[in-house]
């Protein structure tokens, strides 16, 4: 008699599909790499925290509450600052539903952003029309790094260079972060904030 090595014949042919299943091991199988885990309840969220704005003053993060966000560590002489367009344009198409770019930019990854408050001003408006929010310039790996980058290299792990992007969801907790080379405009950014703003 031939032994059997899927899955047993009482399994729901809908758990086999999901678990992917051969020999009692899942596999690599898109519908559960597809997947997104959701953040529990009592997950670490950005809003109890405190930020500088590029002029100085203080906002809590709270102030995004009930808003989808990307936060994005920004630099000015970096080969991914072009990136700023397609953060622009991110902005512009969703924020009218929820949405917003935080932009934090550092000087962390080869000196590239050297600039005062006053020069990343002027910069990100007169060279790329930059509308959403930039704060101070922050520290964002290393043992210095800021409260906001502690939780969220906790969460989603370290930046590696400029332009690393976090998503947040409505509740403040962060949900899929991207590496530099991925652009804002790529689908799959676009995919995640579409999700995240048609959640409660």
């Not at 925290?49 to 989808?68: C, E, I, P, Q, Y």
């Amino acid at each position: 008699m031939t032994s059997r090595t899927g899955p047993p014949l009482w399994l729901p042919w809908w758990l086999a599909v999901a678990m992917g299943c051969r020999g009692g091991q899942a596999q690599n199988n898109p519908i559960v790499a597809a997947t997104v885990v959701r953040p529990t309840e009592e997950a670490a969220v950005i809003h109890s925290l405190t930020v500088k704005r590029l002029d100085g003053s203080d906002v809590s993060l709270s102030s995004w509450a009930g808003r989808v966000v990307l936060i994005v560590n920004t630099a000015s002489e970096c080969g991914y600052t072009p990136q700023y367009e397609g953060l622009e344009a991110l902005q512009s198409k969703y924020e009218p539903r929820g949405f917003s770019v935080l932009g934090f930019p550092s000087n962390d990854f080869g000196g590239q952003e050297p600039g005062s408050s006053e020069q990343i001003a002027t910069f990100c408006k007169t060279k790329y029309g930059v509308t959403f929010p930039m704060f101070q310039k922050v520290k964002v790996k290393g043992n210095e790094r800021a409260p906001l980058y502690a939780l969220l290299a906790e969460a989603k792990g370290e930046p590696k260079w400029n332009f690393h992007k976090y998503l947040i969801d409505k509740k403040g907790r962060p949900v899929e972060a991207w590496p530099s080379a991925v652009d804002p405009s790529s689908p799959e950014i676009a995919r995640a904030i579409e999700r995240e703003l048609a959640l409660p």
